[in-house]
T-cell receptor, first 113, second 115 residues
Framework: AQSVTQLDSHVSVSEGTPVLLRCNYS??????LFWYVQHPNKGLQLLLK??????LVKGINGFEAEFKKSETSFHLTKPSAHMSDAAEYFC???????????FGKGTHLIIQP | GAVVSQHPSRVICKSGTSVKIECRSL??????MFWYRQFPKQSLMLMAT?????????EQGVEKDKFLINHASLTLSTLTVTSAHPEDSSFYIC???????????FGSGTQLSVL
């Protein structure tokens, strides 16, 4: 069994300040972890993924996430928010075995000018 | 929160048969539903977008005659994999939103294995 919890349904930051979107997971196997972004009028876009290689994963648009096994976390960060980052972000886990994908409920990122 | 139910969660079928996967929004009316496919350790690939009462819009490279999508009501979309072959084995997941630009809610996915 696996699960994923996005700890914040909404996050609001000022433009130019750091972004932190939190995600905790549980999995019976060594998981693959993903962050996806959903912009209005568009489908899901993959930001980054962790698949048991380096624990610090760099993605597109300046985002990165660190896999911390001891904390079962995979938080998404960006040093400086941009207005175009305003969107819905989903943390996704896929365990091994026959487990499929499990999506978090999403975090709505708001960027204040 | 909104719930999207996807059924079945796992299906094994013989090559040449057809498989239907259902995606239901349980407590809201879904104007738009999306179907995705994921190969092992790869990202989701959007297959098609379906709007209630109209034909689905397929992404480039997705065979619409093979992957039949029906969105006959505001709470149900179905994906039928016709004449399935082993290369169609994959994880399929649906998502739904109340309005086109609104937040997505995801089904739990269907693992299809074609023998």
């Amino acid at each position: 069994a696996q699960s994923v919890t996005q700890l914040d349904s909404h996050v609001s930051v000022s433009e130019g300040t750091p972004v932190l979107l939190r995600c905790n997971y549980s999995s019976s196997y060594s998981p693959s972890l993903f962050w996806y972004v959903q912009h209005p009028n568009k489908g899901l876009q993959l930001l980054l993924k962790y698949t048991s290689a380096a624990t610090l994963v760099k993605g597109i648009n300046g985002f990165e996430a660190e896999f911390k096994k001891s904390e079962t976390s995979f938080h998404l960060t960006k040093p400086s928010a941009h207005m175009s980052d305003a969107a819905e972000y989903f943390c996704v886990v896929r365990g091994g075995g026959a487990d499929g994908l499990t999506f978090g409920k999403g975090t709505h990122l708001i960027i204040q000018p | 929160g909104a719930v999207v139910s996807q059924h079945p969660s796992r299906v094994i079928c013989k090559s040449g048969t057809s498989v239907k996967i259902e995606c239901r929004s349980l407590d809201f009316q879904a104007t738009t539903m999306f179907w995705y496919r994921q190969f092992p350790k790869q990202s989701l690939m959007l297959m098609a977008t379906s709007n209630e009462g109209s034909k689905a819009t397929y992404e480039q490279g997705v065979e619409k005659d093979k992957f039949l999508i029906n969105h006959a009501s505001l709470t149900l979309s179905t994906l039928t994999v016709t004449s399935a072959h082993p290369e169609d084995s994959s994880f399929y997941i649906c998502s739904a939103s109340r309005e086109t630009n609104e937040k997505l809610f995801f089904g739990s996915g269907t693992q299809l294995s074609v023998l």
